[in-house]
């Protein structure tokens, strides 16, 4: 099997991984660690778990472009969310529905999990994003 490996244009570098992997055959396309940074590697909405998933989604939204994917072919979406508690869900929501237009999230969604970790990437980050996508 193939694999192309690639960090697209506009989103976080360097880190000591890619952004996307894909798979050709049946072309699957895998984003991971997408987080509320910006393309130089900057903290976006820090402790606010609203902004962290907006920007983690539209961070999601690069990396299914540059793979030539879109939402509308993602079968999975899983979120890893610090310190999560019912409580939170309202703003998990919010953040969904502030940037579902923008970057093309189908409803009703795809398949998705909201796992509740202790802690990510940096004490600064509240959620993480993954999408797998499948093409041709």
Do not use: C
Not at 18 to 41: E, L, N, P
Not at 101 to 111: M, N, S, T, V, Y
């Amino acid at each position: 099997m193939t694999v192309q490996l690639l960090t697209p244009d506009g989103m976080f570098q360097p880190v000591p991984y890619h952004h996307v992997a894909v798979g050709t055959g049946s072309r699957h396309v895998h984003v991971a660690g997408q987080i509320a940074r910006d393309a130089d590697g900057n903290p976006v909405a820090t402790g606010d778990l609203t902004g962290q998933i907006v920007q983690a989604l539209r961070n999601t939204a690069r990396g299914l472009a540059g793979a030539g994917a879109t939402f509308a072919d993602v079968v999975r979406l899983r979120f890893f969310v610090t310190h999560w508690q019912p409580e939170l869900y309202d703003a998990f929501v919010a953040g969904i529905d502030q940037v579902a237009d923008e970057i093309g999230l189908p409803r009703p969604l795809p398949p998705l999990s909201a796992i509740g970790v202790d802690y990510l990437f940096e004490p600064d980050v509240l959620v993480e994003v993954e999408a797998y996508a499948v093409l041709d």
